[in-house]
T-cell receptor, first 112, second 116 residues
């Protein structure tokens, strides 16, 4: 079992829709959780960074972490065509080990 | 702030030759840099972690003699793919962080390597 599982999609939604992206993880030591956005043939861009369980909101983006169920989510409100990209979840356990473990990424297309 | 560049953005080389990829932190000092490889429709796989002035730490299954990493300054790390083969063709991405050991990582735009 991979440490971070993510449905690769693809996911296609109309403009303005609420998008829900999800990952599960198996390593109980993970404490820090991230969502990255990656456009085609580009490097990942950090969107959200959260520690432990809870919610974090930044504009149209909300990240949720539920450590009890080892479930992490990213919600995108009022989705735009420019949100079309691959979204990668990632986690690390902190301490002296900051190695990121990535999910496979979900390809999202927002149709105008 | 926190901009990371990579050079070249894409490179084509013949089998058996070596290729060097540069990763630079443009507006901050990076004590730690990471090198990843990404195959099409796959996730990023960490290859190695390097701290400035120290030898790189390679992930299991990554040949250190094939993928030479040098982190000689706080703004530059290089990855040299030696004796490249077609199966080394991939998207190589570096990231950099300010603190020793990691924390928030800022990614470069990636280098597309094609070995013919």
């Amino acid at each position: 079992q991979k440490e971070v599982e993510q449905d690769p999609g693809p996911l296609s939604v109309p403009e303005g829709a609420i998008v829900s992206l999800n990952c599960t993880y198996s390593n109980s030591a993970f404490q820090y959780f991230m969502w990255y956005r990656q456009y085609s043939r580009k490097g990942p861009e950090l969107l959200m960074y959260t520690y432990s369980s809870g919610n974090k909101e930044d504009g149209r983006f909300t990240a949720q972490v539920d450590k009890s169920s080892k479930y992490i989510s990213l919600f995108i409100r009022d989705s735009q065509p420019s949100d079309s990209a691959t979204y990668l979840c990632a986690a690390h356990s902190g301490g002296s080990n900051y190695k990121l473990t990535f999910g496979k990424g979900t390809l999202l297309t927002v149709n105008p | 702030g926190a901009v990371v560049s990579q050079h070249p953005s894409r490179v084509i080389c013949k089998s058996g030759t070596s290729v060097k990829i540069e990763c630079r932190s443009l507006d901050f000092q990076a004590t730690t840099m990471f090198w990843y490889r990404q195959f099409p429709k796959q996730s990023l796989m960490l290859m190695a972690t390097s701290n400035e002035g120290s030898k790189a730490t390679y992930e299991q299954g990554v040949e250190k003699d094939k993928f030479l990493i040098n982190h000689a300054s706080l703004t530059l790390s290089t990855l040299t793919v030696t004796s490249a083969h077609p199966e080394d063709s991939s998207f190589y991405i570096c990231s950099a962080s300010r603190l020793t050991g990691g924390d928030e990582q800022y990614f470069g735009p990636g280098t597309r390597l094609t070995v013919t």
